[in-house]
Every structure is written in structure tokens, then in C-alpha cells.
């Protein structure tokens, strides 16, 4: 099979500037035409193409290598596009809209036949939609007038991008071009639910709205989380399946009272770190440890879990750019965004967690 490589504009983009949304044109006459852009949301940078047009969304699975029974999410600029997608829109899904959009919830529904390309559900009769926080997405997608399947901008398997010079790192010479918005904001990717009847919310994947963000706004109804167990079934939403956001170095998680696990990181780092090269993820409050590590990242305050969720995928990315062979990271409560915190932390680390 030959691989064909294509030149990768890359447009930067400064809303502080008054004529920012002219300078997307030209990006979202690409994206209405089929090709791919990646562009910034609030999460994480997004790898966009016509959610109706095939060839446009196996380019997205091309250029990730993602497998293809892996969905993908819609991203949309006018909630009345909604009822333009589903089949069906519930009342409790229309009072998370009115609660959480636009913002870093995507919700699962029932797909309306025939509107998109059967890759984007990948054979399933339902499709996560979401309308995210961000004015050049939301512009972006306006101007291209089109509904956008949008996966993380990352080589698949690897930590998802928080900047435009991640996307290019993965992407370069793959996809039609990268809308530059600078760093995002949250970090993580989206909140996936699926709404099971109107008293039953379930998380399939957590993210910066919270079980207990959901469970305010929805008192009525039981929100749960997916169980392993399901999650190894045919993924229902992105990032239920597949191993993902995985650094090149072994990660393991270390879990514990804080002192027990400072003194297991630095066993482990006396035992390695003269043949390795080893890194330690590691919240502020214990910033004078460590010492032998060749890299240290801090993940900000252990009372701050928001810190870390922006900071987690880019933390990752370092530790390849250092080719750091050995990673141990403190664990967090996985309470509110420490629910996701934790959630990527273990997908990344293989779910390789020391009690300590």
C-alpha cells in the first residue's frame, strides 16, 4: 500500500484579533469539500471531516490509523442540528443540552437513518453529539455548514493533543491542514453519556462534567458509571475500548497514604534509574522527592485535580520527547474530574496499578 503524504497548512488563529473569523475561511472551505482540519475545542484538539461524506471520514480513520469499529463523535455549531442527527431527543436530553451546551458533554442517541456516513456509527444505530465551548470550532464549523466527525487529532493510541504542535507532531504530511487556537483549556476529552430511558443517565466515559454535575442538574434520575465489564463489549462511544493515550515508556500507577507511596517510587528509582532512564509524574504537595528521576512533571495541587487533567496529555508527550523508558505516577482520588483524571491515567498505564 503507498502512503501518500499531502503539505499540512497550518493556520494561526488569534480571536483577540478583529478579523479572526475571515482567516478560517479558506480552512473551512477545505472542511466542506471533504477534507480533514484539525481544529481546537475546549477538551482536546479535534481531527474534523464532514460527518455525511465517507471518503471525508475514512480519511479521519487513514490519517489516525484507527480501528474502524471505534465510533466517533459528532460535533455540531447550532443545537437545532440535533433534530436534524437523531432520531429521537428525549426530555433529559434536552435538559443536559440546555444545562451543558456548549461544553464537554457529548450525548448518545438514537441515529437518524441515512443522514450520516455509516463510518461515523461505526454499524450502530446510535450517535454521540456534541456541541463544544469554543469560538474558532464553533466558527469553524458555521462556516463549513456542515455536521463534523471529530476524534481527537492524534495518532490513535497516543496521548491526545492540548496543542496545535502536538497535532503536527502526529499528523504532519497526513491530513489538509491544523487550525492553530493555542493551548485548550479542560484538557480531557468529553463526558460521554448514554441515556437509558428518562431515569437512567450512564457514563461511558468520564470527563470535566461530573457524575455529580449530572446528578445536580438531573436529581430525578440514577446516573452510573459504565463497569469494566461492559466497556470490553463493542464500544458504544469513543475511548471504551482500545488502549489509549499511552506514552512510549512503561506507566505504572502508584496508589496509597502519600508517604508509602513517595518511599515505593523511590525504591523502584534506586533500583532503576542508574541503567534507565526513569520519570515520575507527581502532584505539587510532594515536589522534594524524587530526586533521581531524569524527569519530574508536576501535575499541580492534589487539591487542584483540574491542574492535572490539563496538564495530564502533554506531561505524556514529554516523557516521549525525553525518552524516558520507566514513568511511575501518583494516583488522585477519583472523585469529580478525578473520575477522569484517573480513568486516562489508567487506560494509559494498561491499568497497571500498584497498592502501596
Same mark, same amino acid.
Given at each position: 500500500m503507498i502512503e501518500v503524504t499531502v503539505h499540512t497548512k497550518v493556520w494561526n488563529i488569534n480571536i483577540a484579533e478583529p478579523a479572526w473569523q475571515k482567516q478560517l475561511a479558506?480552512?473551512?472551505?477545505?472542511?466542506?469539500?471533504?477534507?480533514?482540519?484539525?481544529?481546537?475545542?475546549?477538551?482536546?484538539?479535534?481531527?474534523?471531516?464532514?460527518?455525511?461524506?465517507?471518503?471525508?471520514?475514512?480519511?479521519?480513520?487513514?490519517?489516525?490509523?484507527?480501528?474502524?469499529?471505534?465510533?466517533l463523535i459528532v460535533h455540531i455549531f447550532d443545537i437545532q442540528q440535533v433534530e436534524q442527527l437523531a432520531q429521537q431527543v428525549s426530555e433529559l436530553a434536552i435538559k443536559l443540552m440546555d444545562a451543558f451546551w456548549p461544553g464537554p458533554l457529548t450525548i448518545v442517541l438514537p441515529v437518524k437513518q441515512g443522514v450520516l456516513s455509516s463510518y461515523v456509527t461505526a454499524g450502530l444505530d446510535t450517535v454521540g453529539i456534541r456541541m463544544p465551548d469554543h469560538p474558532i470550532a464553533l466558527e469553524l464549523m458555521r462556516q463549513a455548514r456542515v455536521p463534523v466527525a471529530a476524534p481527537s487529532a492524534n495518532t490513535s493510541g497516543r496521548p491526545s493533543p492540548t496543542l496545535a504542535?502536538?497535532?503536527?507532531?502526529d499528523l504532519q504530511g497526513k491530513i489538509s491542514g491544523i487550525v492553530d487556537g493555542g493551548a485548550t483549556g479542560v484538557g480531557l476529552e468529553s463526558t460521554v453519556v448514554e441515556l437509558v430511558d428518562q431515569q437512567l443517565i450512564?457514563?461511558?466515559?468520564?470527563?470535566?462534567?461530573t457524575l455529580e454535575q449530572l446528578q445536580a442538574c438531573?436529581?430525578?434520575?440514577?446516573?452510573?458509571?459504565?463497569?469494566?465489564l461492559e466497556s470490553k463489549q463493542a464500544p458504544r462511544?469513543?475511548?471504551?475500548? +482500545?488502549?489509549?493515550? *499511552?506514552?512510549?515508556?512503561? @506507566?505504572?500507577?502508584?496508589?496509597?497514604?502519600? /508517604? #508509602?507511596? =513517595?518511599?515505593?517510587?523511590?525504591?523502584q528509582l534506586a533500583r532503576f534509574a542508574a541503567t534507565d532512564r526513569c520519570g515520575?509524574?507527581?502532584?505539587?504537595?510532594?515536589?522534594?522527592? +524524587?530526586?533521581?528521576? *531524569?524527569?519530574?512533571?508536576? @501535575?499541580g495541587s492534589i487539591?487542584?485535580?483540574? /491542574? #492535572?487533567? =490539563?496538564?495530564?496529555?502533554?506531561?505524556l508527550r514529554q516523557f516521549d520527547e525525553q525518552q524516558i523508558q520507566y514513568i511511575w505516577s501518583e494516583a488522585s482520588e477519583a472523585a469529580g474530574i478525578g473520575a477522569a483524571l484517573m480513568n486516562r491515567l489508567l487506560k494509559a498505564a494498561g491499568h497497571t496499578v500498584i497498592e502501596v
Open positions: 479558506e480552512a473551512a472551505e477545505r472542511l466542506a469539500a471533504g477534507k480533514q482540519i484539525a481544529f481546537p475545542t475546549e477538551t482536546v484538539y479535534g481531527l474534523g471531516a464532514d460527518a455525511t461524506n465517507d471518503a471525508a471520514v475514512q480519511g479521519i480513520f487513514s490519517a489516525k490509523g484507527r480501528p474502524a469499529d471505534n465510533p504542535a502536538h497535532v503536527y507532531e450512564r457514563v461511558l466515559r468520564p470527563g470535566a462534567v438531573c436529581p430525578e434520575a440514577v446516573v452510573t458509571m459504565e463497569s469494566e462511544s469513543p475511548g471504551m475500548k +482500545y488502549t489509549h493515550y *499511552a506514552p512510549q515508556g512503561k @506507566l505504572a500507577i502508584v496508589k496509597g497514604e502519600p /508517604q #508509602a507511596v =513517595a518511599h515505593y517510587i523511590e525504591q515520575v509524574l507527581r502532584f505539587d504537595e510532594h515536589e522534594r522527592h +524524587y530526586q533521581q528521576a *531524569a524527569l519530574v512533571l508536576s @501535575l487539591h487542584q485535580l483540574e /491542574q #492535572a487533567a =490539563a496538564r495530564l496529555y502533554q506531561a
